[in-house]
């Protein structure tokens, strides 16, 4: 076994030189991963590259990172230069390690900044860090400076800018799609999911996740659109990853501010409508876009309220799922009430309002409500594919149109068939809180309506 | 602005199936006769011990379990669900915290219904993967990864009674008095000596804090 000093720096120094000549054999590496070995078996380098996995036996860690640590401080006090090669190859190997070292991390910023190192091959260094190190806070911080250099790179001249991010995917008229920040938006959705699945509630993937979204994809309807969809499976085989439920809540939230947003635009003369993305396609006539527009945002609830009651009655006991239910019956509860404030520009809102007055009034109003919404609902499930839509349908009328009454309904078919006691806590607290807080609320609204009338 | 997650507690939230065994349940130990593992989700280096892990906790499990009952046995993050059957055949499924133990008691009971009608019980105690030809298990665990494929969940409340399902929460609770996990870990002839070291070294780490 290596003991000297001098034994322990060719040791090391052949280490790091396996695993850089490993990444040059092989571009595909996916996975980096530590073997538990005890003890080094003679001649043989710790290094193991299986298809596109790349290991390092345990027992070689204890020179190899004291060694490359005090190595790279040495450098960073001036005390030993090493050349640029060296620097990549030592900082590589200490992030495989310890991705938490930050000043790793930095040497690797100055050499991006002076144009030797690539920034695009951080965004694969962290990519495989991720696999063992799903959390790593350092890896995701720097991940996000990588990509801050990236948009920088792919943006347009300022002159063209509308507003930051925004414009970079292609959304401005006549500006070409750009394909390079298309795929690195897609890697990072991939790399977050990834991340996701390592580890519970991995709050720095979702946070991540978020962030690439507001500053590679503003305002972006379809890519909000197309998040929430592929999130769906995603969510349902997690039931209790309250950070990804989280995260439907913020594409919810974009969802309703960028539909707003733009209705808002279409109502005064200068029709900005190049930043919406349509998830059916261009061509649509301002006033059938407006009309769709408000249309989708109860469509959207409706399908986020119907997924959560899936999940409730089929996994019962999950608190996760009810807080997700919370979270959005009360963004719907807002963008409601954000409507109704703006008097006179929606001639349906006293429809609202009367919903609202019949939910606390009588269930019999509500009851009307749900017929329509069976029509509704049928015409709905033929379009859908998703087999768990139709079998629902067997079960009792779907319901599109979010509300109190529907709410009430929901939680006394589920108290009455639970045989979980969590289940049966969740849903009386439930109900507590639509009493509590919402309904309170709206009859404050409620009553000043009527002095208003 | 960043978000906020609340603490998930200590399970892995996959809804996944990680194994499927059928054992014969022998006077003083137990006999695997096949299994299935899915092991995609665990990183690439572990999956030969974990494979091995599990072998050993099932195996170890339908020791400790008397014929005629069914139990579900916490370990870490998993949830093992065992079924011994009156004429000693046993089945053990190795599932995450979150899947639904109604379908693995499900499957279990497909899984040892087929098995002892395609495998003469003349063969069960001396059987081994290679002499036992039964090879449903493979197709068995791919297609219960989504519970909801099984669609027995509303068959089965009816059926199944579960005050009768014995719940422990460590595999200690198995075990006799004074026995050791570790020791038995050190004495099993299914783990190699490589598992058994990264049994020793894992029990030394939380593995949150990991730096090796």
Not at chain 1, 73 to 98: F, V
Not at chain 1, 109 to 125: F, H, I, S, T
Not at chain 2, 179 to 199: I, N, P, R
């Amino acid at each position: 076994m290596a003991e000297s000093e001098e034994e322990v720096d060719v040791l090391v120094q052949r280490v790091v030189k396996d695993i850089n000549n490993a990444f040059k054999k092989n571009p595909n590496i996916d996975e980096i991963g530590l073997i538990p070995c005890p003890e080094a078996r003679y001649n043989r380098s710790p290094i193991v590259l299986v298809e596109n996995k790349l290991g390092m036996e345990s027992w070689c860690v204890k020179f190899l990172l004291p060694f490359v640590h005090n190595k790279l401080l040495l450098y960073r006090q001036r005390k030993q230069w090493l050349d640029r090669e060296a620097l990549i190859d030592i900082t590589c190997t200490l992030l495989l390690l310890n991705p938490d070292f930050t000043t790793a991390w930095n040497v690797r910023k100055e050499l991006a900044q002076c144009g030797v190192l690539n920034p695009e091959r951080d965004l694969y260094l962290g990519k495989l860090v991720l696999t063992k190190f799903p959390k790593s806070p350092e890896t995701w911080i720097h991940r996000r400076w990588v990509l801050q250099q990236v948009l920088r790179q792919c943006r347009p001249r300022a002159a063209e800018q509308k507003e930051p991010g925004e414009v970079e995917l292609g959304g401005a008229q006549g500006s070409p799609p750009n394909e390079r920040l298309r795929r690195v938006l897609r890697d990072e959705m991939k790399v977050c999911a990834e991340a996701a699945g390592r580890y519970p509630s991995n709050y720095n993937a979702w946070s991540h996740r978020i962030w690439v979204l507001q500053n590679l994809a503003k305002g972006n309807l379809k890519i909000l659109y197309d998040e929430l969809s592929s999130m769906k499976l995603w969510v349902s085989t997690h039931v209790s990853d309250h950070s990804g439920f989280h995260y439907r809540q913020f594409l919810m939230k974009a969802l309703v501010a960028e539909l707003s947003r733009a209705t808002d635009a279409s109502c005064g003369p200068s029709q900005d409508l190049h930043r919406s993305h349509w998830p059916n396609g261009d061509g649509v006539g301002p006033a059938a876009a407006e009309e769709s527009r408000t249309a989708s945002v109860p469509e959207l609830f409706g399908k986020e309220l119907e997924l959560c009651t899936d999940l409730i009655e089929t996994y019962p006991g999950h608190e996760t799922l009810w807080c997700h239910r919370r979270h959005v019956f009360f963004l719907w509860y807002h963008w409601r009430k954000e409507q109704s404030q703006d008097v006179g520009r929606q001639p349906s809102l006293l429809n609202h309002t009367d919903e609202t007055l019949s939910g606390s009034l009588g269930a019999s109003a509500g009851r009307n409500v749900q017929a329509m919404d069976v029509d509704l609902a049928l015409e709905e499930s033929k379009q859908t594919s998703y087999t768990q839509d139709s079998k629902r349908l067997k079960r009792g009328p779907l319901q599109l149109r979010p509300g109190l009454p529907s709410e009430h309904s929901f939680v006394t078919k589920i108290l009455s068939g639970c045989r979980s006691p969590e289940q049966g806590r969740f849903a009386a607290a439930y109900r507590k809180w639509l009493d509590s807080v919402i309904v309170a609320a709206d009859t404050r609204d409620a009553k000043k309506w009527f002095s208003l009338i | 602005m960043l978000v906020k997650g609340l603490p998930g507690g200590a399970s892995r939230v996959n809804m996944k199936l990680y194994s499927l065994s059928v054992l014969y349940k022998g006077i003083n130990k137990s006999n695997l006769l096949k299994a299935a593992y899915d092991l995609s989700s665990f990183s690439f280096f572990q999956r030969s011990s974990v494979q091995e892990f599990m072998t050993f906790t099932s195996a170890l499990i339908v020791e400790r379990s008397s014929t005629g009952t069914r139990s579900s046995i916490k370990e870490q993050e998993y949830l093992c669900h065992v079924y011994v059957r009156n004429d000693s055949l046993g089945g053990v499924v190795i599932a995450d915290g979150e899947y639904p133990s109604r379908v693995c008691f499900t499957l279990l009971d497909k899984v040892l219904d087929e098995f002892s009608r395609q495998v003469d019980s003349i063969d069960w105690p001396s059987g081994s993967p290679a002499t036992i030809s039964y090879t449903a298990l493979d197709s068995y665990l791919a297609k219960y990864q989504n519970p909801r494929e099984a669609d027995a969940m509303t068959k089965v409340q009816a059926e199944l009674d579960e005050t009768k399902i014995i719940l422990h929460n460590t595999m200690e609770s198995l075990l006799e008095r004074g026995e050791k996990l570790d020791d038995l870990v050190q004495k099993s002839e299914h783990l190699g000596t490589q598992s058994k070291a990264f049994y020793k070294t894992a029990r030394k780490q939380n593995s949150c804090c990991e730096v090796m």
